[in-house]
């Protein structure tokens, strides 16, 4: 990073503002953390690294290393200037125990420590501190190596030094508290995602990740010097793009800077990923809003003038991001979150500077790139008419399915029960398999729909074939809530939507289509927990009278053993082909009986990610969903085909 970008050479305790003392953090970790379940667990290790993220953003740092290692405790290093030594004035005590020990304490107050941050809120260091068995921090200074150590919090070593040394830098190692958090294993996986993440943003930084847990350990560096434009390459890299270049914008105002990335695929939705000082929003903000007005702004300026749209026929903001892949990344001094995870960005004057930048960069691009401005454009038209003819398919759907009069579908049979919090439906394919459902079923609060016949892929259809398909619109009608942007889940008949297919590749493939349904139109009902996997079983054991079931190879084994028992006794094992071959009776008990079933929860962890594996699993491109298959294949379970 350039000299220019430098806000001051050195970093010193007086810069380590203090605004008050840690508090709470052990009584109520959700408020610093969002959860104690994986996704707060996950959330300490972006904590530490976003201090790391703040030394290269002011161009001090140019690698970091984020390791797990044996026994799931995470250790971050980075080059950059270390965390200060020296007393910090306020408090008598030295900065870096400061920084661990007391909240709202950082070089992000106005103390000239930083001029951009991720991690404005201060609290970052001190709350992992709070939540961790153990923390050792090491800062590489003045020729020194400075170490402190933590136990939930509390000082176990003062500030000592250990040794001498050449480099600058800071090492944190730490090991979350069992007694904080629901899970205490960390996944490569999603570490490793938001570490790509981080060096996209940061186009020359180096991000190290790397998992010593195993026999071998797994690692992977990662440099990006073309920064967001090559994010947004990976990020179409399993969908095929109408255009080549991708279209980057940069701008900047007084402290704030904003620098714009997209490329458009020929899919029908849209994925908008927006980032305030290296921090994911998920939630937006005034940044996305900026954005979103100057490309509908943009494309219809341009069609006007150039005689591509006439009339009234202007296209949408929705039409305009139909296929798009966008990354917004804005830096700025005083940025104002909603909550201290980050999710929403709140400043007035950046939506008003993405504004400016789309408007004018946008509009000199298209000028200058006419071919792709018209791919883009008709891309756009061809999206709304696709929507008004969606519109006038809902309104025959309505009609066709009896959703307006509250008729049912007559492949529906419904419970008696009338609170959908109390309702469970059951969507089972085949008739053979929804007629022991029926039979087997507590019709007080069990309904059941049976589905016939292959399901519509919606990942490769516009909306107006989904709506009004016929295999979809009894789905539609039996739940209520409405479809896509009309979902309301007010209307919801049922609480607990349970997909019951076949333990085979068939039915892992009813399954899929049906969660990619329920995931492209009906989001709510994951997002609110509403829908669950039946998980039939796949062996009845018998041993004379006595019958048993076991609902995988190692569980039959298992089971299969203690029946024999010493007396090594015949036993007859049947592999279920389907839910078709059991009786009323068996499907009730093993599937269907609330005190004896298993239903795995539908989540969305990570919304991106789902996107992502819908993409490849049910997308347009062939090799893409083949290395899934390969790479995953060990994980799945045997089964006979």
């Known amino acids: 990073m350039s000299e220019e970008t430098k806000v001051t050479q050195e970093y010193g305790g007086e810069q380590i503002q203090v605004l008050e003392g840690l508090e709470a953090v052990r009584k109520r970790p959700g408020m610093y953390i969002g959860s104690t379940s994986s996704s707060g667990l996950h959330h300490l290790v972006y904590e530490i690294v976003d201090n790391s993220i703040d030394e290269a953003l002011a161009g001090y740092c140019k690698h970091i290393t984020v390791t797990i290692n044996p026994g799931n405790s995470i250790t971050v290093t980075d080059d950059g200037r270390g965390i200060p030594v020296d007393i910090q004035p306020q408090t008598g005590k030295p900065a870096l125990e400061v920084v661990f020990t007391v909240l709202h304490a950082g070089g992000k107050f106005g103390g000239g420590g930083y001029k951009v941050s991720g991690g404005l809120h201060g609290v970052g260091a001190s709350v992992v501190n709070a939540l961790s068995q153990s923390l050792t921090a090491r800062v590489y200074k003045n020729g020194k190596i400075y170490q402190m150590q933590f136990s939930r919090g509390q000082i176990v070593q003062e500030m000592t030094v250990v040794g001498t040394t050449e480099k600058t830098g800071t090492e944190v190692t730490f090991q979350p508290d069992p007694e904080m958090f629901d899970e205490t294993v960390y996944s490569y996986e999603i570490l490793h995602e938001r570490m790509r993440e981080e060096a996209f943003l940061n186009a020359g930084l180096s991000i190290t990740i790397t998992d010593d847990r195993g026999d071998e350990p797994v690692s992977e560096t990662m440099c990006y010097e073309g920064g967001i434009r090559e994010f947004a390459t990976w990020s179409n890299r399993h969908k095929t793009v109408i255009h080549q270049d991708v279209i980057y914008m940069v701008g900047a105002k007084d402290d704030a800077s904003a620098e714009i990335a997209i490329q458009y695929n020929d899919g029908y939705n849209e994925s908008l990923q927006s980032f305030a000082n290296d921090v994911r929003t998920p939630e937006g903000g005034m940044h996305e809003t900026g954005f979103k007005t100057a490309l509908t702004r943009v494309l219809n300026n341009y069609g006007v003038k150039n005689g591509i749209i006439k009339g009234e026929d202007k296209v949408t903001g929705e039409d305009c991001r139909e296929g798009i892949t966008a990354i917004i990344s804005v830096k700025l001094t005083d940025a104002q979150f909603e909550g201290q995870t980050k999710a929403k960005l709140g400043n007035a004057y950046i939506r008003t500077l993405v504004d400016q930048v789309v408007n004018d960069q946008l509009t000199t ?37 009896g959703l307006e009069s509250g008729g049912m579908p007559d492949k529906l049979k419904d419970c008696n029960e009338k609170d959908p919090s109390l309702c469970e439906i059951y969507i089972v394919e085949g008739d053979s398999a929804a007629g022991s459902a029926i039979g087997g079923r507590d019709s007080r609060f069990q309904a059941i729909l049976a589905m016939w016949g292959k399901m519509l892929n919606v990942e490769k259809a516009r909306q107006d074939k989904v709506y009004g398909n016929d295999k979809l619109s009894p789905l539609i009608a039996a739940l209520g809530g409405g479809i896509g942007e009309d979902f309301n889940i007010e209307k919801l008949r049922y609480h607990k939507i349970i997909i019951m297919s076949d333990a085979d590749v068939d039915g892992a493939h009813i399954r899929t289509l049906l969660l990619t349904f329920f995931f492209r139109y009906m989001r ?9 996997s039946a998980v039939p079983p796949l062996y009845k054991l018998k041993r004379g009278k006595t019958e048993r079931v076991a609902y995988s190879d190692e569980e039959r084994d298992r089971i299969s053993a203690e029946m024999r028992g010493e007396s090594n006794a015949k036993i007859e094992i049947q592999r279920y082909k389907g839910l078709g071959e059991m009786n009323k009776e068996e499907l009730w008990d093993t599937t269907m009986n609330p005190d004896t079933r298993t239903l795995r929860r539908i989540t969305l962890d990570d919304a991106r990610r789902a996107d992502e594996i819908f993409t490849v699993l049910m997308g347009e491109q062939v090799e893409p969903r083949k290395e899934w298959i390969e790479r995953n294949a060990k994980y799945a379970i045997n089964i006979d085909i």
Do not use: Q
């Open 524 to 532: 709510p009902l994951i997002d609110n927990g509403f829908v669950y």
């Open 365 to 401: 691009y298209f000028e200058e790139h006419p071919a792709t401005a018209k791919i883009i454009l008709e891309k756009a038209m061809m999206a709304n008419r696709a929507r008004e003819a969606a519109r006038k398919a809902r309104e025959n759907a309505r009609r066709k399915t």
